[in-house]
């Protein structure tokens, strides 16, 4: 079985553009967060998604900040413009429902803000 | 914002010794997870504690809970090169769904 892909994993990007991020969830999970992860700091999390419906974004800075999962599946999270703070590395995980403990995590994509 | 805090922040070990961390989190939970995370990589779940056990194990790792502290301690036994890497706890409150909180992680070096 697939694990949760992301991409692309690495990416470099000057202030002010806008930069975007894909992850695709282990098949048949329903529920998909991002998550920021600051240098030596645990994930926080941004957003989490019961199939294509959005049910915490709370901690989702919306001026600057987007995600969707139109069908339920994949998902794209995307930063216009970015900031020289959005340096981080952005995960993705999922689970099978909201009932589920474990979580299950991409590698990451490692965004530098130049 | 993170719920827990690790400690120590980082730890430096031999091959063969064991490793302790622990968890301090700020409120009532339903339960306590622990995941590995290498470097470059993401977050791999080890172990879950639910809030009424005081102890589990799954192989080289013991956990222990203590709800009265607010505290959980992760031991790593016979440590080994391959453990080289960045522990968090991961805490669910209580009440209701909420979501996972991490910690703020002990990043953890064997020395071969």
């Known amino acids: 079985e697939a694990g949760v892909v992301q991409s692309p994993r690495y990416k470099i990007i000057e202030k002010k553009q806008p930069v975007a991020f894909w992850c695709n969830p282990i098949s048949g999970h329903n529920t998909l967060y991002w998550y920021l992860q600051n240098l030596g700091q645990g994930p926080e999390l941004l957003i989490r998604y019961e199939n294509e419906e959005a049910v915490d974004d709370s901690q989702l800075p919306k001026d600057r900040f987007s995600a969707e999962r139109l069908k339920g599946v994949d998902s794209t999270l995307k930063i216009q413009p970015a900031e020289l703070g959005d340096s981080a590395v952005y995960l993705c995980?999922?689970?099978?429902?909201?009932?589920?403990?474990?979580?299950?995590f991409g590698p990451g994509t490692r965004l530098t803000v130049l | 914002s993170q719920q827990g805090e690790e400690d120590p922040q980082a730890l430096s070990i031999q091959e063969g010794e064991n490793a302790t961390m622990n968890c301090s989190y700020k409120?009532?939970?339903?339960?306590l997870q622990w995941y590995r995370q290498n470097s470059g990589r993401g977050l791999v779940h080890l172990i879950l504690i639910r809030s009424n056990e005081r102890e589990k194990h799954s192989g080289r790792l013991r956990v222990t809970l203590d709800t009265s502290k607010k505290s959980s301690s992760l031991l790593i036994t016979a440590s080994r090169a391959a453990d080289t890497a960045s522990y968090f706890c991961a805490t669910r409150a209580s009440g209701g769904y909420q979501k996972v909180t991490f910690g703020t992680g002990t990043k953890l070096q064997v020395i071969p």
């Open positions: 995980a999922s689970s099978r429902d909201r009932g589920s403990i474990e979580q299950f």
């Open positions: 409120t009532s939970i339903n339960n």
